[in-house]
């Protein structure tokens, strides 16, 4: 995976997401001890949705942000956009799934027309992504001026004393608790080389700033290797 670059490491994206997406909920809370659940609030606290919003959760997966935040607000349209149609899927299985809006969706290049929403989040997605500033830019876009954006991912650990320990989870455990549960161990290798090989959040932060977005902060959690980023346009 580590070799893949362009529109063949989308491809391989999308497929592996599309391989574990009937587990990849249950992965979540089991590799992070379920903290996923309370960052994703904290990403909704920082987008600070208000009735009669328009909200967009970018990378959607499952619905996970979704969700939630169709539970924070009565939202004017909540939509839910991926481009692997199974993580999306699942989601409609779930309670209250037909109140998402789901959409087929590339993060770089949005089917939405300029200014339309109010905020966009996305949960794991930016590491994903082949070209970081297009999919902020096409964010950007979307948004509406004084609209929102935050994001929740992966950062690569600092080099401290708690890196071999951070390095044997991500590498060892991580992998090999995926391959018990989907089959799909190479999915949950590539977990800890896309983290390594992302932008830290500093960099991340530069990034969204260079694309025109202001008052950007972060924050990170777990050790340090995840940060919730956010902005406004």
Same mark, same amino acid.
């Given at each position: ?9 989308? &491809?391989?994206? /999308?497929?592996?997401?599309? @391989?574990?997406?009937? @587990?990849?909920?249950?992965?979540? @809370? ?9 960052? $994703? ?26 969700? =939630? ?22 989601? &409609? ?33 930016? @590491?994903?992504?082949? #070209?970081?500033?297009? =999919?902020?830019? +096409? ?44 089959? =799909?161990?190479? =999915? ?7 983290? &390594?090989?992302?932008?830290?959040? +500093? /960099?991340?932060?530069? $990034? ?5 977005? $202001? #008052? ?18």
């Amino acid at each position: 995976m580590a070799h893949l670059s362009g529109t063949e490491r989308a &491809q391989y994206v /999308q497929g592996m997401f599309a @391989r574990i997406a009937g @587990r990849y909920d249950l992965m979540n @809370r089991l590799m992070t001890f379920g903290q996923d659940v309370g960052w $994703r609030n904290i990403v909704l606290d920082k987008a600070q949705l208000k009735p009669g919003d328009s909200y967009l959760d970018l990378g959607t997966g499952t619905g996970d942000l979704a969700f =939630a935040a169709n539970e924070r607000a009565p939202l004017e349209m909540c939509v839910g956009g991926d481009f692997t149609v199974e993580m999306m899927f699942v989601g &409609q299985e779930r309670p209250k799934g037909k109140e998402i809006a789901w959409s087929g969706t590339d993060a770089l290049n949005l089917p939405f027309p300029e200014d339309n929403f109010d905020v966009v989040t996305s949960g794991f997605l930016m @590491r994903n992504v082949i #070209d970081v500033q297009r =999919a902020f830019e +096409e964010q950007y876009r979307v948004l509406k001026d004084g609209g929102r954006i935050v994001v929740l991912d992966t950062t690569p650990p600092a080099d401290n004393f708690l890196k071999p320990f951070i390095n044997f989870h991500m590498h060892t455990v991580i992998p090999t608790i995926g391959k018990v549960l989907t089959g =799909a161990g190479d =999915a949950y290798n590539y977990l800890p080389d896309s983290t &390594q090989g992302f932008l830290k959040a +500093e /960099q991340l932060a530069i $990034r969204m700033r260079e694309v025109g977005f $202001r #008052d950007v902060g972060f924050k990170r959690l777990n050790f340090g290797t995840i940060a919730i980023h956010w902005g406004v346009k």
